[in-house]
């Protein structure tokens, strides 16, 4: 279950921006203990933790877990924050080795060679894109319009790329896929960075990887997400959780970061881009996993961490019988809260977006959260009801958007 729409990234205040906060034993410290984060946007620093008893805890480092053998290793965050510094130097390079950026312009690298017809043929794929776009994320669809004509059809030649990933595992043939099948398309992946396109979706999303500085690396980590689904439908803790986002929507974030642009006034620093468009994809998957713990549990699905449901005096079996009680409803308080502190890390940054995509972010930021408030409204009950935001709902989050878009101001 991928949140494929958190393509719309945020960027990062450059003074409020390190790794994200995990902790071994997350359920026990957030039911407690209040997060504080601490940087100076560019190095990653240790998380500690303030208690609402006003004490302060000894530090706890999110950089290594206990694996089930015993043997300490990097923690989730530690091993996504690897890739984060990855696209940042791919980002610099680029900046580095031009005067003029794609992160900031909607520059185009010069073709070596045009076949007659070809421009004509890309400009198709392009439009199908975004009729593939239009049909399946209506909302996010009418955002994209508002940005630059050559960020737009990079950011559908994504979604698209990243829509078909996700249905190879959650579409109308996902009974008959196989790891082979999923060994195919990261092959096909490969090849369409190298610009061999298989058809005419990927021959968009291969000319887009040649206007920005598009790293593979956040695409095959999609992928691996897809695997996961296939052998994994438990998770232990939320450092199992946590990984598991980033491969299915923290990864979009990653991928559109060079695309979508930043203001050319900000002082972020590019890592801290990179960490806020990482909380936004994150935040919306939290949100879709809240949303839909009845529909997974029918499909034998509990993307819910294991150690803290038992901490909650829950089990698979309660999620299973769909009964709302007082023990679920704190469970699902403590999720809920933990979902807002990833959208609160992302709305931080949106201010450092460019004008031209500070609109669209605002907006999905803002619907997406409000399936959060939805839950609630539902007195938790995710098992039978769906939380969703209505269409009038939607309709008077466009202006608040707008305001807070041109303002350039957080809530």
């Given at each position: 279950?991928?949140?494929?729409?958190?393509?719309?990234?945020?960027?990062?205040?450059?003074?409020?921006?390190?790794?994200l906060?995990?902790?071994?034993?997350?359920?026990?410290?957030?039911?407690?203990?209040?997060?504080?984060?601490v940087?100076?946007?560019?190095?990653?620093?240790?998380?500690v933790?303030?208690?609402?008893?006003?004490?302060?805890?000894?530090?706890?480092?999110?950089?290594?877990?206990?694996?089930?053998?015993?043997e300490?290793?990097?923690?989730?965050?530690?091993?996504?924050?690897?890739?984060?510094?990855?696209?940042?130097?791919?980002?610099?390079?680029?900046?580095r080795?031009?005067?003029?950026?794609?992160?900031?312009?909607?520059?185009?690298?010069?073709q070596?060679f045009v076949r007659?017809?070809?421009?004509?043929?890309?400009?198709?794929?392009?439009?199908?894109?975004?009729?593939?776009?239009?049909?399946?994320?209506?909302?996010?669809?009418?955002?994209?319009l508002?940005?630059?004509?050559?960020?737009?059809?990079?950011?559908?030649?994504?979604?698209?790329?990243?829509?078909?990933?996700?249905?190879l595992?959650?579409?109308?043939n996902?009974?008959h896929?196989?790891?082979?099948?999923?060994?195919?398309?990261?092959?096909r992946?490969?090849?369409?960075?190298?610009?061999?396109?298989?058809?005419?979706?990927?021959?968009?999303?291969?000319?887009t990887?040649?206007?920005?500085?598009?790293?593979?690396?956040?695409?095959?980590?999609?992928?691996?997400?897809?695997?996961?689904?296939?052998?994994?439908?438990?998770y232990?803790?939320?450092?199992?959780?946590?990984?598991?986002?980033?491969?299915?929507?923290?990864?979009?974030?990653?991928?559109?970061?060079?695309?979508?642009?930043?203001?050319?006034?900000?002082?972020?620093?590019?890592?801290?881009?990179?960490?806020?468009?990482?909380?936004?994809?994150?935040?919306?998957?939290?949100?879709?996993?809240?949303?839909?713990?009845?529909?997974?549990?029918?499909?034998?699905?509990?993307?819910?961490?294991?150690?803290?449901?038992a901490?909650?005096?829950?089990?698979?079996?309660?999620?299973?019988?769909g009964?709302?009680?007082?023990?679920?409803?704190?469970?699902?308080?403590?999720?809920?809260?933990?979902?807002?502190?990833f959208f609160d890390?992302a709305?931080?940054?949106v201010?450092?977006?460019?004008?031209?995509?500070?609109?669209?972010?605002?907006?999905?930021?803002?619907l997406?959260?409000?399936?959060?408030?939805?839950?609630?409204?539902?007195?938790?009950n995710?098992?039978?009801?769906?939380?969703?935001?209505?269409?009038?709902?939607?309709?008077?989050?466009?202006?608040l958007?707008?305001?807070?878009?041109?303002?350039?101001?957080?809530?």
């Open positions: 279950m991928s949140s494929v729409a958190a393509v719309l990234w945020v960027a990062a205040d450059p003074m409020n921006t390190c790794g906060l995990r902790t071994l034993e997350s359920s026990r410290l957030i039911s407690s203990c209040q997060n504080q984060r940087s100076n946007g560019r190095k990653k620093q240790t998380s933790m303030r208690c609402r008893r006003g004490r302060r805890s000894s530090g706890v480092s999110s950089s290594l877990v206990v694996n089930p053998a015993g300490m290793t990097l923690s989730s965050e530690e091993k996504v924050y690897n890739v984060v510094l990855r696209q940042a130097a791919l980002v610099n390079k680029q900046l080795s031009s005067t003029t950026s794609p992160v900031l312009d909607d520059v185009k690298k010069p070596d007659p017809g070809s421009l004509s043929l890309l400009g198709e794929a392009y439009d199908r894109c975004g009729e593939v776009c239009a049909e399946y994320a209506k909302t996010f669809y009418l955002g994209t508002l940005m630059t004509p050559e960020r737009r059809k990079a950011i559908w030649a994504i979604y698209v790329w990243c829509r078909r990933t996700d249905e595992v959650d579409g109308p996902a009974s896929i196989t790891p082979m099948a999923l060994d195919r398309w990261e092959a992946l490969e090849d369409l960075f190298r610009g061999r396109a298989f058809d005419m979706l990927d021959a968009a999303l291969a000319d990887v040649t206007r920005y500085p598009v790293d593979i690396q956040p695409f095959r980590d999609m992928i691996e997400g897809m695997r996961m689904d296939l052998r994994k439908s438990r232990n803790n939320f450092d199992d959780l946590y990984l598991y986002c980033y491969y299915v929507a923290g990864t979009v974030g990653l991928m559109s970061v060079p695309v979508m642009g930043i203001d050319p006034k900000s002082k972020a620093t590019t890592e801290s881009v990179y960490n806020a468009a990482l909380a936004l994809g994150i935040a919306n998957q939290l949100t879709n996993i809240l949303r839909d713990v009845g529909e997974d549990a029918r499909r034998g699905r509990v993307y819910l961490p294991q150690d803290e449901l901490q909650a005096g829950l089990s698979d079996e309660d999620i299973f019988a009964k709302v009680t007082d023990k679920w409803r704190n469970f699902m308080r403590m999720q809920l809260k933990r979902a807002r502190m890390e709305e931080k940054g201010t450092e977006l460019d004008a031209a995509s500070r609109w669209p972010v605002w907006a999905s930021l803002l997406y959260r409000r399936i959060l408030d939805e839950i609630e409204a539902n007195d938790y995710n098992f039978t009801k769906r939380a969703y935001v209505g269409k009038v709902k939607k309709i008077a989050a466009l202006p958007a707008y305001a807070k878009s041109v303002l350039k101001v957080s809530s």
